[in-house]
């Protein structure tokens, strides 16, 4: 019933009432008067409800005068404008989206919004539907009814009912084909300027691009060397002046508190050199960025691990409670180092030798004191078999101050030829006679005396002095060879023995040296015996290899020494271009006591002569011990039963005899 028709009915219900009335004026005043009262309050009642009926009127003539507004502004709106329910599906749209869409608005009523969405945007769109809490504003791809895809601008809100449940989505859709259009000519107009600009400026750029070349490049050389002067460039850990730096801070921080300890931990690979060579450079490097990676494991974030050179790190330890700590980081670090490590498909495994220094033992001055004594204590932990660590004691400082002075003397050694040699005769087994002489190197000490080989070699070696050394040995052995063959005029001395370390065997110019020394003295080739341990063959491998053939095809002879006390292979031993084997002292010396060592010395000796190698025994000493080298075939000897070592003085008046053993 409409607003009208309403009225009527009221008008009419009104008139009943008044008929009513008029019907009960003949009844008794107190029946009348209430039944008055409530056809008066009915008729409030209904002018009342008049009132509302028409209010309703006006309401709903805005509403549908709202309505009819918003269904042109729906109609006439310049964009696209969809709704759709909760699952995307279109349930009203516009003019304007049916021809941005390219269908009539009829068939867009039921159909998924989806389908209008170009294919490779449709799962973005899936995302953006899943998320959509509020209004939103995004761009996609949409593609019209048989048309082609094109960009547009998309808006969407919720739509809820009266308590708040979400109803579905509004969609109001853009084409932005012409904004597109626009940004992109705009872009190649900016671009279109930045040509003519560059064109027109193209000497200033390129002056100043020469001019921003070299600063750029100067700052990426200072960055770099900044860099290399603080970091090792194969492991990216600080490097020495790094650690110096961060060890100085420290150890100034360490006199201002007293109750503030640190310790210096100096780490050197064992048998890194043997990997480094056999596996190759690359591995080795692989190595030592593993260990560097493993290293950093063992510390603190507050500590420092370095690396100063070729397998040697250190790490620094500040603050800590006492020595144990620093003892339990040395055995993190030996535990870490113990598992294996995988190099080009092989497992490696290696050790390391530690020492630590703490700031308690001694008043420290320099960071340097305190890094030279974690060496030293690093040293010592080698020496006691590697694989260990050790502490910094005073007894090492001792000994380390007289190593120290030892090194001194020994360059002043060199500088006033304080050096000798001895000769001891080899003795030829088959008919008795001087063979030839070993020369074994002496120093005359101006204080200590006359020192053998073992009491300065080692520190020789370590500190490359054996090179000068070993040069001067054997060229005043060859010297003093070549004179008495000359004096003499007799060839019954037909070979002198001159014994090459392992630091000599290893320089790159061993061959040159060694033929330059010759020609000076006139010696001939034939006459000069090299000697070399098993350790030398060992640790050069193919490279020792390649050297002997090279000093054999010189005419020199070779000959093992101290053999039976290494770990050289028979294999190996087989192929090198070998004269002789000198069985060690250790075998010679109980042959008479013990049976075991006499079956090793005729083994020995039958291996060499199968292998066409001759045999000389050191340390003859007896009778006995020369009657049982002459039944096994042994073809020289050499000892105290013969003669001690002599300085070249002795050595000449003992020819002159022409002793007979």
Not at 270 to 288: A, C, T
Not at 521 to 527: F, H, M, P, S, V
Not at 601 to 616: Q, S
């Amino acid at each position: 019933m409409n607003v009208d028709g309403f009225s009527q009915q009221i008008d009419k219900l009104r008139s009943q009432v008044q008929g009513l009335l008029q019907c009960n004026e003949t009844k008794p005043n107190s029946q009348q008067e209430i039944i008055t009262e409530a056809f008066e309050e009915l008729n409030i009642a209904m002018e009342e409800l008049l009132t509302a009926s028409e209010e309703l009127e006006v309401t709903r003539a805005a509403v549908e005068k709202e309505r009819q507004r918003y269904q042109d502004l729906f109609e006439f709106a310049p964009d696209g404008y969809l709704v759709t329910n909760t699952t995307g599906t279109i349930q009203e749209a516009n003019h304007v989206a049916a021809t941005l869409l390219g269908v009539d608005q009829k068939y867009l009523v039921g159909k998924p919004l989806i389908l209008f969405i170009a294919q490779p945007d449709r799962q973005s769109f899936n995302s953006h539907m899943n998320n959509l809490q509020e209004l939103k504003d995004w761009e996609i791809n949409l593609q019209s009814r048989g048309g082609m895809p094109f960009p547009a601008s998309v808006k969407a809100s919720a739509v809820y009912d009266l308590e708040g449940k979400p109803l579905g989505w509004r969609w109001l859709l853009c084409n932005i084909s012409e904004r597109k259009q626009a940004e992109e000519m705009l872009h190649r107009a900016y671009d279109d300027l930045e040509i003519r600009v560059a064109e027109r400026t193209e000497e200033l750029v390129k002056t100043n691009q020469q001019l921003l070349t070299e600063i750029t490049e100067r700052k990426r050389v200072e960055s770099q060397l900044l860099h290399l002067a603080f970091h090792d460039a194969l492991t990216g850990l600080p490097n020495r002046a790094a650690f110096m730096n961060r060890l100085k801070h420290a150890l100034n921080y360490s006199k201002r508190h007293s109750d503030y300890l640190l310790a210096v931990m100096f780490i050197d690979l064992d048998r890194f050199k043997v990997i480094n060579d056999s596996l190759g450079h690359l591995n080795g490097d692989q190595l030592l960025l593993a260990t560097a990676s493993r290293l950093k494991l063992c510390v603190r974030s507050i500590d420092t691990a370095a690396r100063l050179g070729g397998d040697e790190f250190t790490i620094l330890l500040e603050g800590i409670q006492d020595v144990s700590d620093a003892i339990r980081v040395a055995e993190r670090i030996q535990q870490e180092l113990a598992l294996p490590f995988k190099l080009d498909g092989q497992e490696v495994f290696i050790t390391a030798s530690i020492g630590i220094a703490l700031s308690s033992t001694l008043d420290y001055e320099q960071p340097e004191d305190l890094l030279r004594d974690a060496d030293t204590a690093m040293y010592r932990a080698k020496v006691l078999g590697r694989a260990h660590y050790e502490l910094f004691n005073s007894d090492m400082y001792a000994n380390a101050l007289a190593k120290l002075q030892l090194e001194t003397d020994l360059r002043r050694a060199i500088e006033r030829v304080e050096f000798r040699v001895y000769y001891q005769p080899i003795v030829s087994l088959t008919n008795g006679s001087i063979l030839g002489f070993e020369a074994l190197l002496r120093w005359q000490h101006p204080e200590r005396g006359l020192l053998n080989p073992a009491d300065f070699i080692p520190l020789a070696e370590e500190t490359g002095l054996i090179f000068s050394i070993g040069n001067w040995a054997l060229h005043e052995a060859c010297r003093q060879m070549q004179a008495w063959r000359v004096y003499h005029h007799s060839n019954f001395l037909e070979k002198i023995s001159v014994n090459l370390s392992l630091k000599q065997f290893s320089q790159p110019d061993l061959i040159e040296q060694i033929g330059q020394i010759l020609d000076s003295t006139g010696l001939d080739t034939g006459t000069l015996v090299l000697e070399i341990t098993e350790s030398v063959i060992v640790e050069n491998g193919d490279k020792a290899t390649a050297v002997l053939l090279q000093l054999r095809e010189m005419g020199i002879e070779l000959s093992i020494d101290d053999f039976g006390t290494g770990y050289s292979s028979l294999g190996r031993l087989y192929n090198f271009p070998i004269k002789m084997l000198k069985i060690d002292r250790s075998f010679i010396s109980s042959i008479g006591a013990s049976s075991r060592n006499l079956e090793i010395i005729e083994i020995i000796v039958t291996l060499a002569h199968k292998l066409g190698v001759d045999v000389l025994a050191k340390g003859v000493e007896t009778k006995e011990q020369l009657a049982l080298l002459r039944k096994l075939s042994c073809e020289y000897g050499q000892g105290h039963f013969f003669s001690v070592p002599l300085n070249s003085s002795a050595a000449e008046a003992l020819i002159m005899e022409h002793p007979q053993w």
